[in-house]
């Protein structure tokens, strides 16, 4: 089954660029999509289709993907950006979705 | 306001069987496909199931595919699991989200989730 790995923990200090990464076989070949989680809230979609960004989500939040990585950058953090997050794809090869291992995005 | 509403969840022996529901609002529920994700305590989310907007196409996770049943009621607006020979690791919330896009879809909706414990 399809594989996507993620850092546990990426710490960053406020302003600062905060880059997570989200490693797959060949997932520049994919859609790759980002969720932002906080404690006890559902996940909110911040970047979809590699690099679109839904209505709402600031310009802070940016995605790139290219071979066997997809990267969700946070420019400027701030203090509200602390949260979990999540890459996620759809694998054609055996129809399923699949999320990343997420990663806890602390701010200092 | 575009709304999906999770019912359903509870504490269930292993072994037991559970409906859960969703309701969805603000938009046309039968042009959309549905899912259900589900996340363990403290874990990671887990995509479990996914069914197309006619109920042509149904997927499931390996690890509750045999198990769980996922449906829909285009005419009620919503969306059902059917959880039976549950299993301690089944334990997580569960939410259901709305498809977004065309094929490697992404979830735009999603519910506030509804727990299940599995415990004796």
């Known amino acids: 089954s399809y594989v996507l790995t993620q850092p546990p923990s990426v710490s960053v200090a406020p302003g600062q660029t905060a880059r997570i990464t989200c490693g797959g076989n060949?997932?520049?070949?994919?859609?790759v999509h980002w969720y932002q989680q906080k404690p006890g809230q559902a996940p909110v979609l911040v970047v979809y289709?590699?690099?679109d960004r839904p209505s709402g989500i600031p310009e802070r939040f940016s995605g790139s993907n290219s071979g066997n990585t997809a990267t969700l950058t946070i420019s400027r953090v701030e203090a509200g950006d602390e949260a979990d997050y999540y890459c996620?794809?759809?694998?054609?090869?055996?129809?399923?979705?699949?999320f990343g291992t997420g990663t806890k995005v602390t701010v200092l | 306001e575009v709304q999906l509403v999770e019912s359903g969840g509870g504490l269930v022996k292993p072994g037991g069987s559970l409906r859960l529901s969703c309701a969805a609002s603000?938009?046309?529920?039968?042009?959309?496909?549905m899912n259900w994700v589900r996340q363990a305590p403290g874990k990671g989310l887990e995509w479990v199931s996914s069914?197309?907007?006619?109920?042509?196409?149904?997927y499931y996770a390996d690890s509750v595919k045999g198990r769980f049943t996922i449906s829909r009621d285009n005419a009620k607006n919503s969306l059902y699991l059917q959880m039976n020979s549950l299993r301690a690791e089944d334990t997580a919330v569960y939410y259901c989200?709305?498809?977004?896009?065309?094929?490697?879809?992404?979830?735009?909706?999603w519910g506030q989730g509804t727990l299940v414990t599995v415990s004796s």
């Open positions: 989200a709305r498809e977004d896009g065309g094929s490697g879809s992404y979830y735009k909706v």
């Open positions: 069914i197309s907007s006619s109920s042509s196409y149904i």
């Open positions: 289709d590699d690099s």
């Open positions: 603000g938009f046309t529920f039968s042009s959309y496909s």
């Open positions: 060949n997932i520049g070949s994919k859609s």
């Open positions: 996620q794809v759809w694998d054609s090869s055996s129809d399923h979705y699949v």
